[in-house]
């Protein structure tokens, strides 16, 4: 009996208050982490293999961020299937769709980037092999979450499912730092898109031979709730771990009047966040005068270093500080306004990587800012709801502003950096009169 006892599949998590083991919850934490790991890589390298392959980087950008439309579109469609179907089975899909999509991109991509096909026709295809992805990979998050909670006590529930949502906050770090020892001689440029499929297709074996299958289990408590997609502007709030912690009531619209200003702030904050980031690999090629093949690292160094001040703002500065939320948007849109800038006026590495971690940390506190403002304008019994809301304010950033990033960069490559700083700046004079907690 003792030996049983002391068998590694029986030990209990760290994690408080849940049945699962050690092991299965590093699991269902990996099935989250490679898949921010592995976009925020493919971030990292698409502005060179866009100029190597001789697209437009408008159109690198559109094929890049349609996944994170068709994401943002399916995302509560398959945190509902996550309460009513085998939760194993949907991760088993989101992973599954992530290593298919992302090995299809690599062949694509290395196919485009030998002249074997055109370059038109590369970024079609691209486009298609992404959106495999935006249409199976959401339904992973919602999964991980259901299992977990239908696994852990309800007094146990928030910290076990904000330690598994820190999975994406800590991809968007190491996808960059990994993504530049990826590009090998033989597979060049897309090599990270190979490394992280062939990482996901372990995690899903792992999955599939020691996750206890839950099919018949479903009658537990504990649901799913939609995540925004894993990107460096899409960081996580908890906005979804009170969705999966709360009972699901009415769906919250935007116009709620109680919660309007929130979204508002939100919405205009995240479109700055997502048109600056998207244009920022280029930005950093033109700026250096680098040649495509080889920018990988610096653009990965800059974007590491975004990543790290967003998660030193929310999980460093922000629980020490005591910020209100009005105070955390209109202190977070003027150093973001800030940080956009200096980007303008920066002219080495350095500069870049001062200018961007200094925006990166500003958003890292705009976001938790209407976050927590639209959560406590509305009673505990409309939580659900509103992280909901929330939600989908975050991914509604990925719809027309990487577009309109791209848009101003072909006129000035200044342009988004200026025009995201200006909006910042309206944001921070018209939250202090308008948002009132």
């Known amino acids: 009996m003792r030996k049983t006892a002391n068998h590694p599949a029986t030990k209990r998590s760290a994690i408080g208050t ?8 590093l699991l269902l934490f990996a099935a989250m982490l490679v898949a921010a790991a592995g976009n925020t890589a493919l971030q990292s390298v698409m502005p060179a293999i866009g100029r190597e392959i001789g697209i437009g980087d408008f159109w690198v950008a559109v094929a890049y961020t349609w ?42 991509l290395r196919a485009g980037l030998s002249r074997m096909i055109p370059g038109v026709t590369t970024f079609v295809l691209f486009a298609i092999a992404r959106a495999i992805y935006g249409t199976l990979g959401c339904a992973t998050p919602s999964a991980t979450q259901a299992y977990l909670a239908s696994r852990t006590r309800r007094s146990g529930r928030v910290a076990a499912l904000s330690s598994l949502s820190s999975s ?14 990826f590009v090998l001689p033989f597979v060049g440029l897309p090599g990270p898109l190979f490394a992280f499929a062939l990482i996901a297709l372990g995690v899903f074996l792992a999955i599939w031979r020691w996750l206890p299958d839950d099919s018949r289990d479903l009658v537990r408590e504990g649901q799913g709730a939609a995540m925004s997609y894993p990107s460096l502007a899409t ?10 912690t709360q009972p699901r009531g009415r769906r919250m619209k935007w116009r709620d009047p109680r919660i309007a200003r929130w979204i508002t702030a939100g919405i205009v904050s995240g479109h700055a966040q997502a048109a600056t980031l998207t244009c920022l690999g280029f930005f950093i090629i033109d700026r250096l005068a680098l040649p495509p093949s080889g920018s990988e690292m610096p653009i990965s ?8 001040a967003t998660l030193a703002a929310q999980w460093g500065i922000i629980p020490r500080l005591g910020l209100t939320p009005r105070t955390m948007i209109v202190a977070g849109a003027i150093v973001a306004a800030a940080g956009c800038a200096a980007m303008v006026v920066a002219h ?8 961007f971690g200094l925006a990166s940390l500003g958003f890292g506190f705009t976001r938790p800012g209407f976050t927590g403002g639209a959560s406590l304008a509305v009673p505990l019994s409309e939580q659900g ?53």
Request: hydrophobic share 55%; charged share 5%; proline share 4%.
């Open 301 to 308: 160094i800059v974007m590491m270093a975004g990543a790290s």
């Open 168 to 181: 994406f906050g800590l991809g968007t770090i190491l996808g960059p730092a990994l993504a530049p020892l």
């Open 385 to 437: 709801g509103v992280a909901g809301a929330i939600t989908g304010a975050n991914g509604i950033s990925y719809v027309a502003a990487p577009s309109i990033g791209m848009a101003l960069y072909g006129l000035n490559p200044d342009l988004p950096f200026l025009v995201s700083a200006a909006l910042l700046i309206g944001l921070a004079v018209w939250g202090r009169t308008s948002l009132h907690a």
């Open 18 to 25: 849940t049945a699962l083991t050690n092991l299965q919850f």
């Open 348 to 355: 080495n590495l350095y500069g870049l990587v001062v200018a």
């Open 67 to 108: 996944s994170a439309v068709i994401w943002v579109l399916l995302a509560s469609f398959w945190a509902q299937k996550s309460d009513t179907h085998g939760r194993k089975r949907l991760m088993l899909m989101g992973v599954g769709g992530f290593i298919v999509s992302m090995t299809l991109c690599g062949f694509v």
């Open 235 to 244: 960081s996580p709030t908890g906005a979804s771990v009170v969705a999966a």
